[in-house]
């Protein structure tokens, strides 16, 4: 005779929605897979391809054999590595971007002309603008009185900049930033830096939820990059997550991948545990 019959099509899971985020080393974990993720500190990763996301932990295993023995007696765990695959339909999503081409997210900030500018009347390597942003390194701004080709070496948040020319120019000058609102500009490295993030990707079955939290995740093999007619310009990014510090109910454990799960509301899982 078989054990108690418990199989529930409540707890068969098939995603309907998939969608991924993106936010800062250090950024806290969501507690739990209810937690809403809103713009900032987490930036979503917009439409996804209908596959959805790929988990995948690849383990490297090796067999130990002894004299004795046509069995192997041991297997030893040599590497794990984790990796979360998905292709984002959202080609110009600036994090979509940022993160294909490996470049820092403020490479894709779009220039902007404001009038809150200010300079003085001997030479100087400052302009003032309440408008400064981190982002605003290394683009390139005009104005009144600030020769061609000046580029920002520094930025003051909120503040100013200092520039690569002296500015001449009195009052209030117009200021360019880059090269327009809507256009941006950036060279991709000939060498890699590291541009680590914290990744969250959240899946829906109904009111069933499970939430995958990446506490250190990196590009590291971004797929290819068609621009075609037939069909849209789909971007795959195969992120790989390094360990670090998660903290869950309270307690802080060393790993790279923390799991949510809601079995929603008509499922029963009492009789699975003690």
């Not at 383990?59 to 984790?82: C, D, H, M, N, P």
């Not at 500018?117 to 003032?128: E, I, K, N, P």
């Not at 995740?217 to 971007?235: K, Y």
Request: proline share 5%; aromatic share 8%; net charge negative.
């Amino acid at each position: 005779m078989v054990a108690a019959d418990v199989r529930d099509t409540e707890l068969v899971y098939a995603a309907g929605d998939v969608v991924g985020y993106v936010a800062a080393l250090g950024t806290t974990p969501p507690i739990n897979a209810d937690v809403t993720l809103t713009l900032s500190p987490w930036y979503c990763l917009g439409w996804l391809e209908t596959s959805g996301a790929l988990y995948k932990p690849t383990r490297s295993l090796k067999e130990v054999t002894a004299a004795g023995s046509l069995s192997s007696i041991r297997t030893v765990v040599t590497s794990e590595v984790k990796t979360i695959t998905a292709i984002c339909l959202e080609a110009l999503n600036p994090w979509v971007r940022a993160l294909f081409d490996d470049v820092p997210i403020t490479s894709l900030s779009p220039g902007r002309t404001d009038s809150t500018g200010t300079s003085t009347t001997s030479a100087s390597a400052t302009v003032g603008d309440t408008h400064a942003v981190a982002g605003d390194r290394g683009k390139a701004v005009t104005g009144t009185g600030i020769p061609v080709s000046t580029t920002i070496i520094d930025v003051t948040p909120g503040t100013g900049y200092t520039i690569s020319h002296n500015a001449t120019a009195t009052g209030t000058p117009t200021l360019t930033i880059g090269e327009g609102a809507q256009l941006a500009g950036y060279i991709l490295p000939e060498v890699r830096k590291v541009n680590q993030y914290a990744f969250c990707f959240d899946s829906f079955d109904g009111d069933k939820k499970i939430r995958l939290f990446g506490v250190r995740g990196q590009v590291n093999n971004p797929g290819d990059e068609t621009l075609q007619q037939a069909d849209t310009t789909n971007t795959s990014l195969e992120i790989t997550f390094y360990p670090d510090n998660i903290t869950l109910d309270g307690v802080t454990t060393r790993g790279t991948i923390a799991r949510y799960i809601d079995y929603g509301a008509l499922a029963d899982v009492s009789s699975y545990f003690p």
